[in-house]
T-cell receptor, first 114, second 115 residues
C-alpha cells in the first residue's frame, strides 16, 4: 500500500479481555516499530522488528504485551488481561534498512479499556 | 540515557508571525534528530531530520531546524506561520544514535494559530 495501515482504528474493550492490534507496513520495509502514546505524551517505544525477529523488545511494559511478525510483513501486537492503564493510542511505524531512512507512521489504533 | 526535552507545552502565535519551537536532547555522541508533526486524527509526519553535515536543515512545509551541538538543541523554526500549521510537534532522537532502532520522543508542543 501507499502507507502504513493499522486496524482497527478504534478498539473498546473491557478490563481483563484480550486484544490484538494489527499493523500493515509499507511494502518492502524490513523494519517495523510499535509505539504507545498516552494522552498528553509523546510516543513511547515498545518493540522493534528486523524482518521476522524482534531486534529490541525492551519497551514492552510487562509480559501481558507480546508482538509477532511471522512473515516479516504484517505485525500483530497482542495484549492479554487488559488493564485501564493500557488505554492509549498504539502507533506502528516502518522503515527500510537504508542508512538514514525515515520511520513512516500509521494513523494508530486508539485502545480504550473500560 | 538519551532523552528529549520540549520545554513549551503549548504555544500560540498569530498567523503570519514567526515561530520557534525548542528542543533539547541528551546524548553522548552526534545524535540523529527528527521533528514530526501530528495533526488531530492523523499519524505522525516527518518534517525534517538531521544526521550529519550542514547544521541547518530544511524540511517540508517551509520548516527548518538548526542543530547546535554546544547547546544540545535542535530548534524548529518557520518564518511565517499559516493557520494550517496548528498541530502538535514532536522532537525525537534516535535511541542508539543511529538511523535504525527506536526513537525517543519529547512530550510535544501544541501549536495554536490565531487569526
Amino acid at each position: 500500500g501507499a502507507g502504513v495501515s493499522q486496524t482497527p482504528s478504534n478498539k473498546v474493550t473491557e478490563k481483563g479481555k484480550y486484544v490484538e492490534l494489527r499493523c500493515d507496513p509499507i511494502s518492502g520495509h524490513t523494519a517495523l516499530y510499535w509505539y504507545r502514546q498516552s494522552l498528553g505524551q509523546g510516543p513511547e517505544f515498545l518493540i522493534y522488528f528486523q524482518g521476522t525477529g524482534a531486534a529490541d523488545d525492551s519497551g514492552l511494559p510487562n509480559d501481558r504485551f507480546f508482538a509477532v511478525r511471522p512473515e516479516g510483513s504484517v505485525s500483530t501486537l497482542k495484549i492479554q488481561r487488559t488493564e485501564r492503564g493500557d488505554s492509549a493510542v498504539y502507533l506502528c511505524a516502518s522503515s527500510s534498512m537504508l542508512p538514514g531512512d525515515t520511520q513512516y507512521f500509521g494513523p494508530g489504533t486508539r485502545l480504550t479499556v473500560l | 540515557a538519551q532523552s528529549v526535552t520540549q520545554p513549551d507545552i503549548h504555544i500560540t502565535v498569530s498567523e503570519g508571525a514567526s515561530l520557534e519551537l525548542r528542543c533539547n536532547y541528551s546524548y553522548g555522541a552526534t545524535p540523529y534528530l527528527f521533528w514530526y508533526v501530528q495533526s488531530p486524527g492523523q499519524g505522525l509526519q516527518l518534517l525534517l531530520k538531521y544526521f550529519s553535515g550542514d547544521t541547518l536543515v530544511q524540511g517540508i512545509k517551509g520548516f527548518e531546524a538548526e542543530f547546535k551541538r554546544s547547546q544540545s538543541s535542535f530548534n524548529l523554526r518557520k518564518p511565517s506561520v499559516h493557520w494550517s500549521d496548528a498541530a502538535e510537534y514532536f522532537c525525537a532522537v534516535g535511541a542508539d544514535g543511529g538511523s535504525q532502532g527506536n526513537l525517543i520522543f519529547g512530550k510535544g508542543t501544541k501549536l495554536s494559530v490565531k487569526p
